[in-house]
């Protein structure tokens, strides 16, 4: 006969399933209770972790009418509940990991360091030990102290018993654990961990990127839409003023453009005038009779002026 308190637990956890927008499925495995006990407290305002054996998750799932999730259940499991998207509960269990002991036969996940300072430890044969390892100690006022900053373990390397039995003593907690997320279902779709688990930055940088490809393309190819109609308006009122300055048409837009381009031909015209006349003028100290100018001279400054009203007449029409 089944114990009534099965029947209870795939009850209350049925229920639960069907009220929750996100249902995940996290490993539980070899995460000592302690640690346990404060990643749920991490999560409470979040999201809800529960702890149930396997094959009660299964038969909530049944219940509860969501098919293939109970495919992800394997090993020790545990159930959140939220209303946090999968991706956003994957980042928040990411952050949410916490440091715990070294075991004999554990990988380092980083290099270990037994930083340089007092142990707090008194005295006693366990400086033979760090000295054994590797680390330099000495014994001052009764308190055994760590002379200098000591590599004991490299990163990918297996942590032995005797060194993960002195880290443990020493309080170095080398070790990072977390609730690891096998899978998570909201409205229908099941997101596994291999999807779940994105470089935010290059994505957010890839995306960025094709934007501006697409932006562009459709640009270039003169496709309308809401994003791309205000850039190509632009760009169509640009080349009608262009345009209009180039063929001299005079609207409120280009007058000032051409009033502007008036202007400057008009001072260059001045400029050139200006130096025509200069040039034409007798240069200091050239011998000439007084009061009896040179013809040749005369007949030059007629011409010049002559030149001079000829160009101010094309200048107004």
Same mark, same amino acid.
Do not use: C
């Given at each position: 006969?089944?114990?009534?308190?099965?029947?209870?637990?795939?009850?209350?956890?049925?229920?639960?399933?069907?009220?929750?927008?996100?249902?995940?499925?996290?490993?539980?495995?070899?995460?000592?209770?302690?640690?346990?006990?404060?990643?749920?407290?991490?999560?409470?305002?979040?999201?809800?972790?529960?702890?149930?054996?396997?094959?009660?998750?299964?038969?909530?799932?049944?219940?509860?009418?969501?098919?293939?999730?109970?495919?992800?259940?394997?090993?020790?499991?545990?159930?959140?509940?939220?209303?946090?998207?999968?991706?956003?509960?994957?980042?928040?269990?990411?952050?949410?990991?916490?440091?715990?002991?070294?075991?004999?036969?554990?990988?380092?996940?980083?290099?270990?360091?037994?930083?340089?300072?007092?142990?707090?430890?008194?005295?006693?044969?366990?400086?033979?030990?760090?000295?054994?390892?590797?680390?330099?100690?000495?014994?001052? =006022?009764?308190?055994? /102290?760590? !002379?200098? +900053?000591? %590599?004991?373990?490299? *990163?990918?390397?297996? $942590? @032995?018993?005797?060194?993960?039995?002195?880290?443990?003593?020493?309080?170095?907690?080398?070790?990072?654990?977390?609730?690891?997320?096998?899978?998570?279902? =909201?409205?229908?779709? /099941?997101? !596994?961990? +291999?999807? %779940?688990?994105?470089? *935010?930055?290059?994505? $957010? @940088?890839?995306?960025?990127?094709?934007?501006?490809?697409?932006?562009?393309?459709?640009?270039?190819?003169?496709?309308?839409?809401?994003?791309?109609?205000?850039?190509?308006?632009?760009?169509?009122?640009?080349?009608?003023?262009?345009?209009?300055?180039?063929?001299? $048409?005079?609207?409120?837009?280009?007058?000032?453009f051409l009033l502007s381009k008036a202007n400057r031909e008009m001072l260059s015209l001045t400029s050139r005038i200006s130096g025509d006349s200069v040039s034409g003028a007798p240069a200091e100290g050239e011998d000439e009779r007084e009061g009896e100018p040179k013809k040749e001279v005369e007949g030059e400054e007629e011409k010049t002026e002559d030149e001079a009203a000829s160009g101010l007449a094309s200048?107004?029409?």
């Open positions: 006969m089944v114990a009534r308190w099965k029947f209870e637990e795939v009850e209350g956890l049925t229920k639960r399933i069907s009220k929750s927008k996100v249902i995940a499925l996290v490993n539980i495995g070899g995460i000592p209770s302690r640690q346990l006990q404060l990643m749920r407290k991490r999560l409470k305002e979040k999201a809800e972790l529960r702890v149930g054996k396997n094959n009660l998750i299964k038969r909530s799932f049944e219940k509860a009418g969501i098919k293939d999730l109970d495919k992800h259940v394997r090993g020790s499991m545990g159930l959140i509940f939220t209303d946090l998207d999968p991706f956003k509960l994957n980042k928040i269990l990411k952050s949410s990991r916490v440091s715990a002991p070294a075991k004999a036969g554990s990988i380092a996940p980083k290099d270990i360091v037994v930083p340089s300072g007092d142990t707090s430890l008194p005295a006693g044969p366990i400086i033979g030990d760090l000295q054994r390892l590797g680390i330099k100690a000495k014994i001052q =006022e009764g308190r055994i /102290i760590v !002379t200098e +900053d000591s %590599l004991v373990v490299r *990163e990918g390397e297996e $942590i @032995s018993q005797d060194m993960a039995g002195v880290l443990t003593r020493l309080g170095i907690e080398p070790i990072e654990i977390g609730l690891d997320l096998n899978a998570a279902y =909201e409205d229908g779709v /099941i997101y !596994t961990s +291999d999807i %779940l688990d994105i470089d *935010e930055t290059k994505t $957010i @940088s890839d995306l960025q990127t094709s934007y501006r490809d697409a932006l562009n393309l459709a640009l270039n190819s003169g496709i309308y839409n809401s994003v791309t109609i205000k850039y190509l308006l632009n760009d169509a009122f640009n080349n009608a003023i262009n345009l209009a300055i180039n063929a001299e $048409i005079a609207t409120k837009e280009t007058i000032k200048l107004f029409g």
